[in-house]
């Protein structure tokens, strides 16, 4: 039997699904696209998943689309159908990663390239080991950002940023990455899967439905005016004050207590 392309294991309340291409640097196969969507799947629907954690096996976190995969490939003398390929499995898995019930954290412990890249920075918190590092690859094979690239990059580093890593497709460090603010923290190679571990358990410890909302909130309200901003939290707020987690949070601090959150 072959093995999985996506590994998944469960720390807690923590679920970690690992990329596992790693000749390959996991460079994206259709067969990898359909493990990792049933992974995420499957922790969307399970109640006792709090956060997940997406990796990589090996040196490389995800290079992108495998640009080799016969699946891919279009029939003789046609060309390939790249914009279905983005459409049936790009577009769907960015939207899953952006609409899971729990945090989402990205820990890139290699390369992200392309899609890989963006794939990472979708996630709600990106952490990245020190020699880590983020391409913008599309540039140079005659394509534009994909997998979210496109919208999620001038919101991240702004229009100047975000051409300059577009255009160039120059290889970023993860330094770098966390100091223009692309990513959320770098840490030493060695620490990074206790790191993400750490802040993913913390993390599901938290009201996760509230801060599902707030990923939400966040992404809806740029989209909105300042005026649009304040109804959309008025709204917001009134389905989560109505929700077991305010109460028990406000419960708990009257009463000097730890909080115990269970709602997803
Ligand atoms: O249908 C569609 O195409 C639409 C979707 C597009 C989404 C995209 O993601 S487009 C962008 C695709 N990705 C790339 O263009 C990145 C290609 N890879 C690289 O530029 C380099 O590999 C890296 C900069 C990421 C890493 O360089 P380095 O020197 O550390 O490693 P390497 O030697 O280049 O790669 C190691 C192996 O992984 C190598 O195989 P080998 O020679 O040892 O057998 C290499 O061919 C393989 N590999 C790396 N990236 C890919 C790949 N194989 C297939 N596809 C890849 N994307």
Redesign the pocket.
């Known amino acids: 039997m072959s093995e999985s392309l996506v590994l998944t294991s469960t720390h807690g309340a923590v679920r970690v699904l690992t990329l596992n291409r790693p000749?390959?640097?996991n460079?994206?196969t259709a067969a990898m696209h359909r493990e990792l969507f049933a992974g995420l799947e499957a922790a969307a629907g399970d109640t006792a998943v709090r956060a997940v954690v997406i990796t990589g096996a090996g040196?490389?976190f995800c290079?992108?689309?495998?640009?080799?995969?016969p699946d891919?490939k279009a029939a003789a003398g046609a060309a390939?159908?790249?914009g279905g390929?983005?459409e049936r499995?790009?577009k769907p898995l960015a939207l899953r990663v952006r609409s899971m019930p729990v945090p989402v954290l990205a820990a890139v412990n290699g390369?992200a390239?392309?899609?890989?890249a963006?794939l990472a920075l979708g996630c709600d918190l990106v952490i990245a080991a020190r020699g880590a590092?983020f391409?913008q690859?599309?540039s140079?094979?005659g394509?534009v950002p994909?997998?979210g690239g496109t919208w999620l990059l001038p919101r991240l580093v702004g229009r100047a940023h975000a051409l300059g890593l577009a255009l160039t497709g120059d290889?970023l460090g993860a330094e770098e990455a966390q100091r223009i603010g692309l990513i959320w923290q770098c840490v030493d190679d060695a620490l990074l899967m206790d790191a993400a571990l750490d802040l993913a358990r913390r993390l599901a410890a938290m009201p996760v439905r509230a801060l599902a909302a707030t990923r939400q909130a966040l992404d809806d309200a740029m989209q909105l005016d300042y005026a649009g901003a304040l109804g959309l939290e008025a709204r917001v707020q009134g389905e989560l004050g109505q929700a077991h987690d305010f109460a028990e949070g406000v419960a708990a601090f009257l009463a000097k207590r730890a909080p115990v959150f269970s709602d997803r």
């Not at 390239?113 to 890989?116: D, E, I, L, M, R």
């Open positions: 000749a390959q640097l460079s994206f040196r490389g290079a992108g689309q495998d640009l080799g995969d891919m390939p159908d790249v390929v983005v499995l790009y390369v390239a392309g899609a890989g963006n590092s391409i690859a599309f140079k094979i394509l994909d997998c290889k």
